[in-house]
C-alpha cells in the first residue's frame, strides 16, 4: 500500500476475505494502513467468524444494514483517502463513490493476486493434500470404470471416494466425458454409457481446506487403436517437454512453447487448442497463466497445470494434466495417479 500511495484497501471478493482472514463467509474486508483491519460478517455468521477469523476484529452488520455503507462510514472515520480495492460490482463501486466523494478508489485486484501467485509451506500443505485426494479419485475411477456405465455413475463413485478420504468437495464439476465427446476439451459428465473401444476424458480435482488440486488422465476399455496409442503417446512426451521447461525465472509462453511445438512437430498443432496450464489455488483458474500470449514469468511457490491435449471432432481426444510446483531449479508433480491408457 506504501508504494503504490495507499492508506486503505477495500476486500469484495470472497475467496480474497478468505486468503487474508481464515474466514469463509464475510461480506468485506476494510483494511487500513495504520489500524487493524476489520472483516464485516451478518448475524448469520458473526459468531463462526469471531471463532475462526484470524489478523481482524470482526464487526457485525446487523440486519437492515448495509454493509457497504458501514465500510463507508469507518474509511471516513479513518480518514482514509486513496483505497484500493480487489473486485467490486459496479453497481457497489457507484455507491460507494457516492458516499466517499473525498475518496479516491482505485482497482488494485493484481496487489492480491502478487500475494496469493506464490504459495507458502501451509498452502503447499494443504495443496498436496488435495492433490492426495485427487490421485485417489482418479485410482477409484480406473478401478470402476467398465462398458455399460454411465458417466454419471463413473464421476458419483470419485466424488464419493474423495469425501471419504477427507476432500471438503470437488474443485469444479467433474468431467467424464467419453466417445466423441471427449473431443471437447470440457465435455462434461452425461447419462451416456462407456463403450468399449472409445476414449474417455477424466478431468477431477479434490479440495482441501480450501485448496484445489486439478488432473486430467485419459481412459481407454479394451485395446486402443494406433491412431488412438499414437495420440497419446504424443499427449505424454508433450506433457513432459513442458514439464522439463517448468523452473523459477522462466516465462510461462516457452513452456506452452515447448509442448505446443512437439505437437506441431508430429501434426497434431491445429489439434491442441487451449493453453497449456493456469495456476491453481483457492481458485481453479488462478495467475499466472501458461500460453502463447501470456507476459507471466514463473516463480518458486507458483502451483500450476501441465495439460497439453489432442482433440479431433468426429474422432476423439486426449489430455493428460497434472498440477505442478514450481521450485527454484526445477518442478514437483503433486499429482502423480498412473498414466496407462488401458483400464
Known sequence: MEKRKLDGFLVADETNMFYFTGF???????????????????????????????????????RGEDADKKAAGQIKKSRLKRLGFDSL???????????????????????????????????????????????????TAREVIKPGMREYEVAAEVEYAMRKLGSDGTAFDTILASGLSSAYPHGGCTDKKIRKGELIQFDVGARFQGYRADLTRTFLVGEPTPKQRRMYEVVMEA?????????DGVKARLVDAAAREFMKKHGFGENFVHGLGHGVGLGVHEPPTLNAVSKDVLRAGNVVTDEPGIYIVGYGGVRIEDTVLVKKDGAERLTKAPYELVV
Open 24 to 62: 469463509l463467509g464475510a461480506t468485506r474486508l476494510l483494511i487500513p494502513y495504520r489500524e487493524d483491519p476489520i472483516l464485516y460478517v451478518y448475524g448469520v455468521n458473526y459468531d463462526a467468524a469471531k471463532k475462526m477469523a484470524k489478523n481482524c476484529q470482526v464487526e457485525l452488520v446487523k
Open 89 to 139: 460490482d459496479f453497481s457497489v463501486f457507484s455507491s460507494l463513490r457516492k458516499n466517499l466523494s473525498n475518496a479516491l478508489l482505485k482497482p488494485r485486484g493484481e496487489m492480491v493476486w502478487k500475494l496469493r501467485k506464490v504459495k507458502d509451506e501451509a498452502e503447499i500443505g494443504c495443496m498436496k493434500k488435495a492433490a492426495q485426494l485427487t490421485d485417489a479419485g482418479a485410482k
Open 239 to 247: 506433457q513432459e517437454k513442458a514439464f522439463q521447461k517448468i523452473r
